[in-house]
């Protein structure tokens, strides 16, 4: 955002936002009807692979493990053993939860009834898959389905639902000091928000890594950055929650009897390798498992250039389209980003085709990505954000602070109340040529 001062207000450039003006038939029509094939077999391959690969990489550690001593290597000192070992564990669990996060998303893909076509293996596999991981199937499923129904709707939505003004207890709005699209804000109100939201460099860090490995438990357990229209303790386990309906409550039952054996399993493991075995085979890729999770939908979904709609403005075409396609550790290098790809299957990479049509597999999402990238940039609209990765989660915790309570079509304000994006539309009318750009307001 470029910004001009004056005496005592400061005015900044904002970024347009088209607001897409499409029909899900518009969108449907713009991917190959192949796509839409789903195949148990190709699926189970993929999954295959995932828990093959995993093997690999446990089978490979311990090889090196087995080496780490004096009568194999000689290092200069003996505190040296200890420090190589851990690095080789602390490798192991970064890439042993990269690729378990492979098999998350496979489980996700049961939910969605994209695995394959019959209901029921979908389900099975799923609630296999996701139990082992700690996820409660069919409760996520339930109001995961929602999210996509609702994306980025600011009382239906189910997850990374911003904050309001009011809700943080901030500063009142005040008409006469700032503008309600963020793009004027006087000194005095940028002072006032500065120091009752802060912004330093550490709580930044720290917030990033706090939501990073505890927001998904979070998520489950309490509601954390979920709908807050919900009573409070609302959760995924409780088959009684408002998130489900009375017909739902076998479903949420059979998910906890999933965490129930996940638990048991933990238990009788621990009890026969010890907890430090099992702690640094299991538990370590998990906690990664749960970042990696974190860090794609939070980053798919929340961006200062992302708009979000309350009942008046949204149409799920809008939902849909309120979120971007990330490359996964692409601001790690190319290598890094084709491996956090393919280690995902691409889920981060093709969100956007998967909030238009959440029942293609992962290996046609790709192709579905390529078709509807070309649709939409016919109405000028591009849905690509930065590449996720930690140096993006800090820069979108420090951007996207808060949303007013006001409007109905709203993007995230920064510690000092300015939004980096504002709403356009895009005018077909404007010429025989092409797409023009036009604000909200014109």
Request: proline share 5%; with cysteine; net charge neutral.
């Amino acid at each position: 955002m470029s910004a001009k001062t004056t005496s005592s207000r400061t005015t900044v450039e904002q970024q347009p936002f088209v607001i897409p003006d499409l029909t899900v038939k518009d969108l449907l029509s713009a991917i190959p009807a192949h796509c839409h094939q789903r195949s148990a077999f190709r699926s189970s391959l993929y999954m295959f692979m995932d828990m093959a690969i995993i093997g690999a990489i446990y089978k490979t550690t311990y090889f090196f493990d087995a080496l780490l001593t004096p009568e194999h290597i000689a290092l200069p000192h003996a505190y040296l053993y200890p420090a190589a070992r851990f690095a080789l564990w602390a490798v192991y669990s970064f890439f042993t939860g990269l690729f378990a996060t492979g098999l998350w998303v496979v489980a996700h893909e049961c939910g969605h009834q994209a695995f394959s076509e019959s209901k029921t293996v979908n389900n099975a596999v799923g609630w296999v898959l996701h139990s082992a991981l700690g996820v409660p199937y069919h409760a996520w499923r339930i109001t995961h389905a929602k999210h996509h129904a609702l994306t980025s709707h600011m009382t239906q939505d189910q997850v990374f639902v911003p904050k309001t003004r009011s809700e943080l207890g901030l500063p009142a709005f005040d008409p006469s000091k700032e503008n309600l699209v963020g793009s004027s804000v006087a000194e005095e109100v940028q002072k006032e928000l500065w120091e009752a939201l802060g912004d330093s460099p550490i709580g930044a860090v720290y917030s990033s890594f706090r939501y990073l490995f505890g927001g998904w438990p979070a998520y489950l357990l309490v509601n954390a950055s979920g709908q807050s229209r919900y009573a409070k303790n609302t959760n995924h386990f409780d088959p009684s929650s408002v998130m489900f309906r009375p017909d739902q409550r076998g479903q949420i039952i059979i998910s906890n009897v999933g965490i129930m054996l996940w638990f048991a399993g933990l238990f009788m493991a621990i009890n026969h390798w010890g907890f430090f075995e099992i702690f640094r085979v299991y538990l370590v890729p998990y906690l990664w498992v749960n970042h990696w999770l974190v860090m794609i939908t939070f980053l798919q979904h929340t961006d200062p250039l992302l708009p979000h709609y309350r009942a008046p403005e949204f149409t799920f075409p809008r939902g849909a389209l309120a979120t971007f396609d990330r490359n996964l550790l692409g601001g790690c290098g190319s290598f890094m980003g084709w491996l956090g790809a393919f280690a995902t299957h691409g889920i981060s990479e093709t969100h956007v085709a998967h909030h238009v049509v959440s029942k293609i597999p992962h290996y046609h999402a790709w192709e579905a990505t390529d078709a509807l990238r070309k649709r939409l940039a016919q109405n000028g609209i591009e849905l690509i954000g930065r590449p996720s990765g930690w140096g993006e989660m800090y820069r979108v915790i420090r951007e996207c602070k808060f949303v007013e309570d006001e409007g109905d079509i709203i993007f995230y304000k920064n510690a000092r109340g300015f939004a980096a994006a504002k709403p356009a539309f895009a005018d077909n009318t404007a010429s025989d040529s092409g797409i023009e750009i036009v604000d909200k307001d014109a």
